[in-house]
């Protein structure tokens, strides 16, 4: 039996003391999709770096600007949507944390973190102004039983 899809969202200011906020309630819902303690944890860190980039280059931490953060609940795998309300974002033009002249550096591997950590990310405009950033994570599938012939 599958059960229903369900969506919550979240709305917090471009303040980074609501970052744990929205780490939590990730790692709450991670659960409650069956994801295990270490694959909650990485999720959370996921949603904590989309939320920290909408919130410091999207917003620029402009408090009077919102972080939207919508969670979409399947029986099979988590979704979430952050969106800022910046100038938008070219994910193409983010430096490579992997390179030489960047791998020292103490920032820049919030998008590498978050690819690392969820099966897919993508970036689009929002309608308005700003960037929404979709990261999907999956459970795995259990083996399907073989067929046995008696």
Known sequence: MRRQRCVVGLTIASDLSYVEVAEQVTAILAHQVGFDDDAAMWISMAIREAVINAIRHGNKEDRSKCVDIQYMINHDSLSVRVSDRGEGFDPT??????????????????????????????????????????????????AEPKNVHH
């Open 93 to 142: 033009t983010a430096p490579n944390p992997l390179d030489p002249e960047n791998i020292l550096k103490p920032s820049g591997r919030g998008i590498f973190y978050m690819k690392a950590f969820m099966d897919e990310v993508e970036y689009s405009p929002r309608p308005g102004g700003g960037t929404v950033v979709r990261l999907t994570k999956k459970k795995m599938r259990q």
